[in-house]
């Protein structure tokens, strides 16, 4: 009897410490390898395996390790997603363990801000390269620019905040600098309505909103003011995500229109005067320039990725173009983003090509996720 209960005690206790724990199964079915890519789990798929999970303790694992993570909420109240950042060979497939303990602390790699003291520019960046554009207080200024803006940094540091408060950040300290032109042009992978054979710009955004801001990722979304051209009114909504060890932005544009049919668009990265490598690769969906050496700032590579393919590209108006179009209520998903040659990681044309190349790739063979 007292063998029995004994009996009873242990496997009731066994059921707890089990119930503390799940395993979820992450596989990369691509043939190139994924190196601390931010892998994004529905967090439909974490509860399922995990329906006992306290998020105040939860602690991710890899091989007895505790990996970072992030529960991103896409600015609602429920978690929409957990994402991990992770490592994979090609078809490799790895096994997390979901378990109860505090997590430990980890530092933020991206990070996103409104700058009310410079003119409402929209800030972001990660533990790679930084972005910005123009808020609404520019329009009209003499300085006034349009398109996506790229600072080069040479530091996994976050350094949005310490360059806008030392306002110096045209020159290199150390960590980078802002040498980028844009100008009335899209910049380094904007978008802009494409009418009578000439791109109409929307300007500048009007409201932001933050998603969600590190530490893995950070989301943004901006609205800005309805402009008509040639009689048709364009109302444009954009979400923006950049997440850790990236090079590229990840971009929704919500394009609400007047016109009868789909709205002619462009996705543009400006060209500089003197000649220098474009990869225009329709079938692949890629966009690629490597700009001129900027006296002894170095070079600065910006590129475009399409989530469909083909696409039409072609060279004009002083910009490498993609021809896309749109429905009224209709979303566009791209990719754009750039890299610093003086970063030491990518210094050449063939080896940012690569990178968008294999971006692609990893695009399409997204990481799978099943219980076990």
Same mark, same amino acid.
């Given at each position: =009897?007292?063998?029995?209960?004994?009996?009873?005690?242990?496997?009731?206790?066994?059921?707890? !410490?089990?119930?503390?724990?799940?395993? *979820?199964?992450?596989?990369?079915?691509?043939?190139?390898?994924?190196?601390?890519?931010?892998?994004?789990? +529905?967090?439909? /798929?974490?509860?399922?395996?995990?329906?006992?999970?306290?998020?105040?303790?939860?602690?991710?694992?890899?091989?007895?390790?505790?990996?970072?993570?992030?529960?991103? &909420?896409?600015?609602?109240?429920?978690?929409?997603?957990?994402?991990?950042?992770?490592?994979?060979?090609?078809?490799?497939?790895?096994? *997390?363990?979901?378990?109860?303990?505090?997590? !430990?602390?980890?530092?933020?790699?991206?990070?996103?801000?409104?700058?009310?003291?410079?003119?409402?520019?929209?800030?972001?960046?990660?533990?790679?390269?930084?972005?910005? @554009?123009?808020?609404? !207080?520019?329009?009209?200024?003499?300085?006034?620019?349009?398109?996506?803006?790229?600072?080069?940094?040479?530091?996994?540091? *976050?350094?949005?905040?310490?360059?806008?408060?030392?306002?110096?950040?045209?020159?290199?300290?150390?960590?980078?600098?802002?040498?980028?032109?844009?100008?009335?042009?899209?910049?380094?992978?904007?978008?802009?309505?494409?009418?009578?054979?000439?791109?109409?710009?929307?300007?500048?955004?009007?409201?932001?909103?933050?998603?969600?801001?590190?530490?893995?990722?950070?989301?943004?979304?901006?609205?800005?003011?309805?402009?008509?051209?040639?009689?048709?009114?364009?109302?444009?909504?954009? /979400?923006?995500?950049?997440?850790?060890?990236?090079?590229?932005?990840?971009?929704?544009?919500?394009?609400?229109?007047?016109?009868?049919?789909?709205? +002619?668009?462009?996705?543009? @990265?400006?060209?500089?005067?003197?000649?220098?490598?474009?990869?225009?690769?329709?079938?692949?969906?890629?966009?690629?320039?490597?700009?001129?050496?900027?006296?002894?700032?170095?070079?600065?590579?910006?590129?475009?990725?399409?989530? /469909?393919?083909?696409?039409? =590209? =072609?060279?004009?108006?002083? &910009?490498?173009?993609?021809?896309?179009?749109?429905?009224?209520?209709?979303?566009?998903?791209?990719?754009?983003?750039?890299?610093?040659?003086?970063?030491?990681?990518?210094?050449?044309?063939? !080896?940012?090509?690569?990178?968008?190349?294999?971006?692609?790739?990893?695009?399409?063979?997204?990481?799978?996720?099943?219980?076990?």
């Amino acid at each position: =009897m007292r063998f029995s209960l004994v009996l009873g005690v242990l496997i009731g206790l066994s059921g707890k !410490a089990i119930s503390q724990n799940a395993t *979820l199964n992450v596989t990369n079915p691509g043939n190139r390898p994924l190196i601390q890519s931010v892998v994004e789990i +529905p967090w439909a /798929t974490v509860t399922k395996a995990y329906p006992a999970i306290d998020t105040a303790q939860l602690q991710v694992v890899l091989a007895g390790k505790e990996v970072p993570y992030q529960l991103e &909420h896409r600015g609602t109240k429920a978690i929409q997603n957990l994402l991990v950042q992770l490592s994979a060979s090609p078809k490799q497939t790895i096994q *997390l363990t979901l378990r109860r303990g505090k997590p !430990a602390p980890i530092a933020a790699k991206t990070y996103c801000r409104y700058v009310p003291e410079r003119y409402d520019d929209f800030a972001w960046e990660n533990d790679k390269v930084a972005f910005r @554009i123009y808020g609404a !207080a520019l329009n009209g200024r003499s300085d006034n620019a349009y398109g996506s803006d790229i600072w080069a940094k040479r530091t996994d540091a *976050l350094i949005l905040n310490k360059w806008y408060k030392g306002d110096d950040y045209h020159k290199d300290h150390g960590e980078g600098l802002d040498y980028y032109h844009v100008g009335l042009t899209l910049g380094a992978g904007d978008i802009g309505v494409f009418l009578n054979d000439s791109i109409q710009f929307i300007h500048n955004y009007r409201s932001w909103e933050v998603l969600d801001n590190g530490p893995l990722r950070s989301t943004f979304r901006v609205k800005f003011d309805p402009y008509t051209f040639k009689g048709i009114t364009v109302n444009e909504t954009r /979400t923006v995500s950049l997440d850790a060890g990236s090079q590229l932005s990840k971009v929704l544009v919500a394009i609400i229109h007047t016109a009868a049919q789909a709205l +002619p668009m462009v996705v543009g @990265i400006t060209l500089r005067p003197e000649e220098s490598p474009l990869l225009l690769a329709e079938k692949e969906g890629i966009l690629g320039y490597w700009e001129p050496k900027h006296g002894d700032d170095g070079t600065i590579g910006v590129g475009c990725l399409f989530t /469909t393919s083909p696409v039409t =590209m =072609m060279r004009n108006y002083q &910009h490498g173009l993609t021809k896309l179009s749109v429905k009224s209520g209709n979303t566009i998903t791209y990719y754009t983003g750039g890299a610093w040659d003086k970063a030491g990681q990518i210094t050449s044309s063939d !080896a940012w090509f690569a990178y968008l190349r294999q971006y692609a790739d990893q695009l399409k063979h997204k990481p799978v996720v099943r219980i076990n």
